[in-house]
């Protein structure tokens, strides 16, 4: 029996964990600092109110149940990956195992001021917090709304901005749906010049058309250089006054793995092959947001992507374990892929090396994606199959 040590319980992670126990042979433990599983993609709907924590959470003793894993909720803290072992917040040592896994996601870049700003896609408990400051300013019947995202210089794949739009459509749909939206001014801001253009070109005229459309007004090309309880202060010397300000900061390598053995990108990602190899560490790979991403410029840290490095390591290492030398690489299904939600509907989005497209989907596309999370949820507990590929 190869025991392998699955850190992190986000989307990498719990996948891996599900995919190495369909494996024969293979015992597994995963740990994470939260007892729960959170499908981030839908954490959107939750300042709007069409959503709560609970309702996108899953129990991961409830997933480990139902898949056969061990799960141990706790920090780690420190990892010896030639040593094949970790250090959690309790002082526990784990060690004696054959394979890890490392998914314990990112940091995220720190930027003056950032106290002052939300998360979507930081804790949890972030998109609450949204929600109430939201909730004040509805009831007040006016405000000044900022909502952005920033860059990583040292790896353009470290970006999280579908988001950022996402909640921004969303809150302008709630907004106009309680007839009140003109008493508010909706503002994007980003500090590089083409915000999106991960996507392609097409795609960046499209969005330029929904903030026409919407009335959002937008700030970009400027650098940040400071947050403040009342807005965004910019290197060109202007302010974006603000009553409620949403940021998505870029992320970095995380702070375990800076401290770690592991090599390591100038951001901080664990640099791996394509078979999320670390090589000099026979038996250690990295997986998701741990990972630093191969491809072309436009690559993106994504749910989907983690998903496929998950299910092609547990592949790779019962291959390893059984001395055979079959690999899968994540390579060929590096793309952009999602339903970029507005509230009232939604628009496709996908980009590979042939190019981006952005397909509107009015009306019929926020359905698509609010069953996608019914889909996740599920098909993640074993209530219905799994779609290949989703």
């Not at 309680?178 to 500090?191: S, V």
């Not at 991403?293 to 993106?300: F, H, K, N, V």
Request: proline share 4%; charged share 25%; glycine share 12%.
């Amino acid at each position: 029996m190869k025991k392998v040590l699955v850190l992190g319980g986000g989307f990498a992670g719990v996948e891996a964990a599900i995919y190495l126990k369909k494996e024969e042979n293979i015992e597994v433990t995963l740990v994470s600092d939260r007892d729960y599983f959170y499908i981030y993609p839908t954490s959107i709907w939750i300042p709007t109110g069409q959503t709560t924590e609970k309702d996108i959470s899953i129990p991961l003793e409830q997933l480990a149940t139902k898949h056969g894993f061990e799960v141990i909720v706790d920090a780690v803290t420190a990892l010896d990956a030639g040593a094949k072992s970790a250090t959690l917040a309790s002082g526990r040592v784990l060690e004696g195992y054959d394979y890890i896994v490392v998914a314990l996601g990112q940091d995220k870049m720190k930027a003056k001021g950032i106290e002052n700003t939300f998360s979507i896609c930081g804790k949890p408990e972030e998109a609450g917090e949204i929600k109430l400051r939201l909730d004040i300013l509805v009831a007040k019947g006016s405000g000044k709304i900022a909502m952005g995202f920033g860059g990583n210089p040292h790896d353009t794949s470290a970006v999280r901005g579908g988001p950022a739009f996402e909640v921004l459509f969303n809150v302008n749909t709630m907004l106009k749906r309680k007839g009140i939206r003109d008493n508010f001014e909706l503002t994007f801001f980003a500090p590089m010049e083409k915000p999106g253009q991960k996507m392609g070109p097409k795609a960046l005229v499209m969005m330029d058309k929904m903030f026409g459309m919407t009335n959002i007004k937008k700030k970009v090309g400027s650098k940040i250089t400071s947050f403040e309880a009342d807005g965004i202060n910019f290197e060109d010397g202007t302010k974006l006054e603000s009553d409620l300000t949403m940021f998505i900061t870029a992320g970095k390598g995380h702070s375990v793995l800076e401290a770690s053995d592991l090599p390591l990108s100038e951001a901080g990602f664990v640099v791996t092959n394509e078979y999320n190899e670390v090589e000099g560490f026979e038996g250690v790979y990295a997986i998701g947001d741990s990972a630093s991403l191969m491809g072309p410029e436009w690559r993106a840290k994504q749910g989907h992507v983690a998903e496929v490095m998950a299910k092609n390591v547990a592949y790779n290492i019962f291959q390893h374990s059984q001395k055979m030398k079959s690999k899968r690489s994540y390579m060929e299904h590096l793309n952009i892929l999602c339903v970029m939600d507005t509230g009232d509907g939604a628009a496709f989005v996908y980009r590979d090396d042939k190019g981006g497209k952005m397909i509107p989907l009015p009306f019929i596309g926020h359905w698509m994606k609010r069953g996608w999370g019914w889909y996740c949820k599920q098909s993640k507990l074993g209530r219905i199959p799994r779609i290949p590929g989703m």
